[in-house]
């Protein structure tokens, strides 16, 4: 029997009439930072917009977000919940990995992915990640204008396919995109989550069709992989093994295939930053200074990172200000409390490393673009949270940090990419944060000197630019 609980009533805004709150969810779907936004700004640190009888909780800031993560038995996650996919679908297969578990299963499988993103397995990929990325930017021209968002997603596929699966062939990597491309397209379209019809001309219907070749496709490369192990991370998942000498199942290698790819979240971080560096051309000529002096030019090694502190710096505060999962969701288990407050079983509880990083109890100045506030700073993993916190922390936090910090430091060797001159930049959730309309830059040859360029659009909400 469920235990009564006696507790304040959640902050939020006055009952609607009927329809009320579906009418905030659609509002909520609309643009979801700039309605958590609100909320944090209106009613604080924890709020619902149903008081009476909470269906969607809001949580930001250390305290509360501190609580929830730290009691995963109350709050577990369930990544993919809200698409209401078919048990037996390709989409329910490839979102079956460790961002869908929890309790026992989640420990065994993150136990058993481990050792494959281990910081000593993940520098055997360097080598990998510096030649594919000097062969994407052997493409750039000097003087053209590129989406350097398509040319850095494109980029950051290649490493995961060369680094997860040891896939080198551009035509597979091309397939495989484009198969990712169109699921995500669908699968975050609004009509998917509001009109769940298997039918003809419905984004459900063409969600569930990508799934299933994507599906195909994953299953085609591990039954090579089992043939052709390799130094590839799949053919470590393979012969992982527990203390029961026990593998993955070849459908949960599936989703944790599925799991390990987060390129669009490397990409994403990598075009924010890019734009802050544009707008910020004195901490950019300070970081090329830094790299000319350090590395001369060549590819950094794993060893020249301790050297590279402004390096490190921008990357923290780009992924402070525009962390690729910027929203995620926690499920209550039972009827339980947070803080003070009682939460229904099933209460859907919404976090936002967005808003969190902007509190200026918790960041001075929070809308600056100022890496060195990270000189000397330590960290509190649950106000800064751009790979999340507690048991579903990032796995591959390691590896992409490693990558993002070869890639920028060959690339800005190489070129200087100023954006093009009133370029509007509104910021959009599409699994990671990105751009809405893309980053046109133009490539240019390193130098100093250059003006700034104008940009418009939401992103001036999101930081405070010149």
């Not at 000097?134 to 980029?155: A, K, N, P, T």
């Not at 090329?288 to 030019?297: H, I, T």
């Not at 100022?370 to 922390?393: I, M, V």
């Amino acid at each position: 029997m469920p235990r009564r609980i006696t507790a304040p009533r959640l902050p939020g805004p006055a009952q609607l009439p009927v329809l009320g709150w579906q009418l905030r969810a659609l509002k909520m779907l609309a643009d979801p930072l700039a309605f958590f936004t609100s909320m944090h700004q209106r009613y604080g640190e924890i709020s619902t917009t149903t008081p009476r009888a909470p269906k969607h909780v809001f949580v930001f800031g250390p305290k509360y977000q501190r609580e929830m993560f730290g009691r995963p038995q109350s709050f577990i996650a369930d990544a993919f919940r809200e698409l209401r996919m078919p048990p037996r679908s390709g989409m329910a297969r490839l979102t079956q990995g460790l961002l869908k578990l929890n309790g026992d299963p989640h420990r065994r499988h993150r136990g058993l992915m481990q050792p494959a993103f281990h910081s000593r397995a993940v520098a055997q990929h360097h080598k990998a990640i510096v030649e594919v990325t000097e062969e994407e930017l052997d493409r750039f021209q000097v003087g053209e204008v590129r989406r350097i968002d398509h040319d850095l997603s494109r980029l950051m596929l290649r490493i995961g396919m060369r680094t997860l699966f040891d896939v080198a062939e551009t035509d597979d990597v091309d397939r495989l995109n484009g198969l990712m491309e169109r699921l995500l397209a669908s699968a975050t379209a609004p009509t998917t989550l509001l009109l769940p019809l298997d039918v003809p001309g419905m984004s459900y219907r063409r969600t569930l069709r990508a799934a299933d070749q994507l599906d195909s496709a994953i299953r085609e490369i591990i039954v090579a992989k089992r043939e052709n192990p390799g130094e590839d991370i799949i053919s470590m998942l393979i012969a992982a093994r527990d203390d029961q000498g026990q593998g993955l199942t070849e459908d949960e290698l599936v989703g944790e295939a599925y799991t390990s790819f987060c390129h669009d979240s490397s990409a994403s971080a990598l075009t924010w930053t890019l734009l802050m560096l544009d707008q910020h051309p004195q901490v950019r000529n300070d970081l090329c200074d830094e790299l000319e002096a350090e590395l001369g030019g060549a590819p950094a090694e794993a060893a020249d990172f301790d050297r590279l502190p402004l390096l490190d710096r921008v990357l923290k505060e780009t992924l402070r200000l525009f962390p690729p999962a910027s929203m995620g969701l926690r499920y209550a288990a039972e009827d339980c409390t947070l803080g003070p407050y009682g939460i229904p079983r099933d209460t859907t509880l919404f976090f936002s490393s967005y808003v969190s990083h902007r509190l200026p109890e918790v960041f001075t100045d929070p809308l600056d673009f100022r890496p060195d506030r990270w000189t000397g700073a330590s960290l509190d993993s649950y106000g800064y949270l751009p790979f999340g916190a507690g048991p579903h922390s990032c796995l591959g936090r390691a590896f992409a940090l490693l990558e993002m910090k070869i890639v920028l430091s060959i690339l800005l060797q190489r070129f200087r990419l100023p954006v093009v001159d009133g370029t509007r930049i509104d910021r959009k959730i599409k699994i990671s944060l990105v751009p809405d309309h893309g980053l046109p830059v133009t490539v240019a040859a390193p130098g100093r000197d250059r003006q700034l360029a104008a940009v418009t659009g939401s992103v001036r909400e999101a930081v405070d630019l010149v």
